[in-house]
């Protein structure tokens, strides 16, 4: 008989995802939901989170908040755990855009703002959600960081440094948690089609891939979402602190 920790499925499992209105944090959502777990979505649009929702079905509820707000966030995390009974998988997904010059005049606004939503929410959505997480028999921690947190782009130093920082601070995590047996892993995706890629034109996305990816396309949120769905299965018990990238084979080229 197969050990229940080391089962393949995510059925009645409570998932929180944030930035879940598009993107990686929608492919998520659909996914986890797919595969029979309760879905807490969480993003600042609520009512984009709220149409997630409901392509998911009944086994997921939207919240709104900005994941900078602390206060907030302890409360709506709190909420989620007494509306769905618990907490088993935590996915760091929220994130903002934060191309800025460094001697644009906003450029400590746009700082702090990345650091806020990339970073610092990262570490409280963990620290609000551990009562309930260490209650699960396979407490998964997931947070989305970025090939920018293994090399850097010119002009995205905000963005560099919190996905950089998102990669320590998993680490850490995995550290401090293993002996609950609580597991934190950090995905890294590359060129994927998103809202945040939006701007790209087509043609230069292709020039982009080709140039730069193993694999000469970019990637879709889907293929994120199933990397993830991987790191929160109770049988992936045994990989904890590490950071893959998902990215086409971006990080794998030297030319």
Partial sequence: MSHPNRSRSITGRVAII??????????????FAAEGAQVALIDIDLSACAAVAAECGDTARAYALDVADGDALARVVAQIAADFGGIDILV????????????????????????????????????????????????RIVNIASTEGLGATPGDTPYVAAKTAVVG???????????????ANCICPGPIRTAMTDGVADEHKTIFAKRRTALKRYGEPEEVAHITLSLVLPAA???????????????????
């Fill in 237 to 255: 018990s045994y990989i904890t602190g590490v950071a893959i990238p998902v990215d086409g084979g971006l990080m794998a080229r030297n030319a």
């Fill in 92 to 139: 760091n997904n929220a994130g903002v855009s934060s191309f800025c010059a460094l001697d644009n005049p906003v450029y400590e606004d746009i700082w702090h703002r990345a650091l806020a939503v990339m970073l610092t929410a990262h570490q409280r959505m963990v620290r609000a959600a551990l009562p309930w997480l260490r209650q699960s028999d396979a407490a």
């Fill in 169 to 183: 601070l998993t680490r850490g995590l995995a550290v401090d948690l293993g002996p609950e047996g609580i597991t």
């Fill in 18 to 31: 944030t930035g879940a209105a598009s993107g990686m944090g929608r492919a998520t959502a659909r996914l």
